[in-house]
Each structure stands twice: as structure tokens, then as C-alpha cells.
């Protein structure tokens, strides 16, 4: 009886190794899922990107008799580099201010436009014009809690005891171009040394491509635990 209950049954033997066997496929199954994840999404992407665009000369050079695949994309690439060249000078933006002018004395479209017109320039390259002018930290939405967002602008307080500088810092939730606006003192926001590009990258990828270490470009003043909330925000 005692050498019967210490043996192993042969049914029990191919149950826990076939549970093993379906727990190394799936582990690997979803390892090799992780891994072609991006891979097919930025290849399918890509490819719809590229046919998108070729689709706007290709046409043209169909007409031609001129059959290339790529070349209507290659050309809409010199197209899109070519009309920055013209927007940078000033005959260029002479002309895109009397067209954007118009489009603003539309009802409808001029909603639309200028939506998207802000979304394009929080991204843009130039710093002259750019929405979001710096990464920025802040305390939210209490003491030891800190926020991801962006410096929009400026703007000064006039009080009774003396002017104080305040920063708009805009902060995302669930997409890029919708979140909270914070007025925060200048002083206690954390400037943190990354671009642009970097914080939205970091928001796109909801925190995932967060560096390991963050060096503040201006380190601020730590605050007691006894300051209240509203003095904070």
C-alpha cells in the first residue's frame, strides 16, 4: 500500500509533461508575438504610408506611360521639400497667410483647420513657432506625485504682494492632443533635459520609452509636506 501511493501513475507522468509542453509553446508563442509586433505594424504602416503618398503622382506618371513603382513617392517627397523651402521665405509666407486669412472666415473649416494648424506646430521643428516650448515636470496632483507635460506659455500674475511668473503646462491624458491645463509657478516646475520629440515620444508610448535616469536642467527648491494643495497648483 505504502509502495502503491509513492509510485507515479503514467497518466499523471504525460499530464504534468504535456502541461509543461503547453506552457513552453505558449511562453514562446507570445515571446515571438511581442517580438513581430512592432516589426508588422511599422512594416504595414510603412507600406500604406508609402502607397498613400506615391498615390498622388503616380497617376501622372501612369498617363506618361511611365510604370516605377516608388517614383510617384520619391517625388512627393521632393514636392513636401520643396514647398518648406517656399513657406521658409517670404513670398511663401505671404502667400500661406493670405490662404490660411480666407480659410478663418470660413463657418465650418476654420475650426477644423485651426485644430489641426495647433496640433502641427506642437511638433514642429521650428522653435520660433512651436506650441510646446519645453519639457516639464510638475507636482500633480498632490505632494510626492509628479505630471508629464509640455510649457505652452507664460504669462504674468499681478498680485498685492508682487508680481509672479506663471507657466501654462499642458498635460496629456489619454491622447496627445487632448489633456488638462495647469498654471503653475514658474519656480516649481521641473525642467527636465529632454526634447521635444523625446516627451512625445514618451507620451505616444504611455511611458514606456521613459529614460531610466532624468537629469533636471534647473532643480528646484523642495517643498514642506504642510503646504497646502491649492498653493501647489
Not at 46 to 70: C, E, K, R
Amino acid at each position: 500500500m505504502l509502495f502503491a501511493l509513492g509510485k507515479t501513475s503514467p497518466n499523471s507522468l504525460d499530464l504534468a509533461c504535456y502541461a509543461v509542453l503547453q506552457s513552453w509553446v505558449s511562453k514562446k508563442f507570445m515571446t515571438g508575438c511581442v517580438v513581430l509586433f512592432p516589426v508588422v505594424v511599422t512594416f504595414l504602416f510603412t507600406w500604406w504610408f508609402i502607397q498613400f503618398v506615391d498615390g498622388f503622382f503616380s497617376p501622372i506618371y501612369a498617363n506618361l506611360g511611365v510604370n516605377i513603382f516608388g517614383l510617384g513617392f520619391v517625388t512627393s517627397l521632393i514636392f513636401i521639400f520643396f514647398i518648406g523651402i517656399f513657406a521658409s521665405s517670404w513670398v511663401g509666407a505671404t502667400v500661406f497667410w493670405i490662404g490660411e486669412w480666407f480659410i478663418k472666415r470660413m463657418p465650418f473649416v476654420k475650426h477644423i483647420y485651426s485644430s489641426l494648424k495647433q496640433i502641427s506646430t506642437a511638433i514642429s521643428p521650428d522653435q520660433n513657432t512651436t506650441a510646446f516650448k519645453e519639457v516639464a515636470i510638475i507636482r500633480h496632483p498632490r505632494i510626492g506625485e509628479y505630471a508629464f507635460g509640455f510649457i505652452t506659455s507664460s504669462v504674468i500674475l499681478q498680485r498685492d504682494d508682487g508680481d509672479v511668473e506663471l507657466c501654462s503646462v499642458y498635460v496629456p491624458t489619454n491622447h496627445l492632443y487632448i489633456g488638462d491645463i495647469f498654471m503653475v509657478n514658474s519656480e516649481e516646475i521641473i525642467r527636465p533635459n529632454l526634447s521635444i520629440q523625446e516627451g512625445i515620444e514618451i507620451i505616444v508610448s504611455v511611458g514606456m520609452a521613459m529614460p531610466l535616469v532624468i537629469s533636471p536642467i534647473e532643480r528646484i527648491n523642495p517643498l514642506s509636506d504642510d503646504i497646502p494643495l491649492d498653493s501647489i497648483i
